[in-house]
C-alpha cells in the first residue's frame, strides 16, 4: 500500500462524527518535522496539487495535507445547514486536533508547523493561540483577522460567477459535494452578521514564531491583516510579495518555498 496515498480518518467533533480526507507526504520519514497544510475557504486536498510535496521537500519535513468538513471527499455540508460564525475557531477548537489525534499525532511532543491559507491561516492562527503548547510555528499566508469591504466584494463576485459561469463543475473536480463547500463558504461571508468576526483578541496569545506572507494584489484582504498579525503578536516576520494576488504559492512560489525553508529551519525543533 503507498503510505502517501489518499485516505479517509474517522472523527467526533461539531458534536457528530465525520470522516475526513487525508493524505501524508513523505510518511516514511515518522522523525522529520511536521507540516500541517489547511486549505482556503474553497480548498481541498486535491486543490493543493503538488505544492504541498514540493515545499516538503525543500523544507525536509514530513506533511499531512487534508479536507475540512464540507470539502473534497469529506463529510458534506447538510444542505440546509449554515457555518456558524466562529465557524475558523470551531476548525482550531475541535477538527484539527480530532484529526491529529486519529492519526497517532502526538501534537505536544511532535509539535508540528502549520501552513494555512486564507481562511486556512485564520483557523492556524486560531490553533496556535488555543493550543500554544501543541505548535512549533505559523505560516499564515493571505491569511483573515478581520472582514474587510475588499472581501466582501469579492466573495459576492464569486457568488455571481457561481451561479452564472461553469464555476460548480470546475469546483466539481475537486469536491464530491461542490454546493456544500461553495454555498458553506460563501454563505457565512456574506451573511452582515459576519461583519463583526475578528480575531485580534486571540493574536497576543500565539507564543511560536509566524510568518505572515501577504501578495500586494490580493483581491481579497490588504496588507492591514498581516501588519495587524504582527502588531499583535510582535515576533511575526512579514512577507510582502509584489505581483501577487490571494495565493502566494502559486502566483511566487519561487518567493514563498524559500523563505518558508529558511522560517522552518530556524524553529526550535522537538526532542
Given at each position: ?54 515545499l516538503c ?108 459561469t461553469d ?61 495587524g498579525i ?42
Open positions: 500500500m503507498n503510505p502517501d496515498a489518499i485516505a479517509c480518518a474517522d472523527i467526533h467533533a461539531l458534536g457528530r462524527d465525520l470522516r475526513l480526507e487525508y493524505q501524508w507526504i513523505a510518511a516514511a520519514r515518522p522523525d522529520a518535522p511536521l507540516l500541517v497544510f489547511l486549505h482556503e475557504g474553497l480548498g481541498s486536498v486535491s486543490m493543493w496539487k503538488d505544492w504541498p510535496r514540493q521537500e525543500a523544507c525536509g519535513c514530513r506533511g499531512l495535507v487534508y479536507s475540512r468538513p464540507g470539502y473534497g471527499r469529506s463529510t458534506p455540508r447538510p444542505a440546509q445547514e449554515k457555518w456558524p460564525l466562529e465557524f475558523m475557531h470551531d476548525q482550531a477548537r475541535e477538527v484539527l486536533p480530532a484529526l491529529l489525534r486519529a492519526l497517532d499525532v502526538d501534537a505536544r511532543r511532535d509539535r508540528p508547523v502549520l501552513y494555512g491559507h486564507s481562511d486556512g491561516g485564520s483557523i492556524a492562527l486560531l490553533y496556535a493561540a488555543m493550543h500554544p503548547d501543541a505548535v512549533a510555528g505559523v505560516v499564515a499566508a493571505a491569511p483573515h483577522i478581520f472582514v474587510e469591504d475588499v472581501s466582501v466584494a469579492s466573495i459576492a463576485q464569486a457568488r455571481r460567477a457561481y451561479l452564472e464555476l460548480p463543475a470546475r469546483l466539481g473536480r475537486h469536491h464530491a459535494h461542490a454546493d456544500s463547500a461553495f454555498w458553506g463558504w460563501n454563505d457565512i461571508w456574506l451573511d452582515p452578521a459576519f461583519r463583526a468576526w475578528n480575531l485580534e483578541p486571540y493574536l497576543s496569545r500565539i507564543a511560536c514564531p509566524v510568518l505572515a506572507i501577504q501578495g500586494l494584489d490580493d483581491e481579497y484582504g490588504t496588507l492591514a491583516q498581516i501588519r504582527r502588531r499583535l503578536a510582535p515576533q511575526t516576520e512579514l512577507l510582502e510579495i509584489p505581483d501577487c494576488g490571494h495565493s502566494p504559492h502559486k502566483d511566487q512560489p519561487a518567493r514563498v518555498t524559500p523563505a518558508v525553508a529558511g522560517f522552518v529551519g530556524g524553529l526550535e525543533q522537538p526532542r
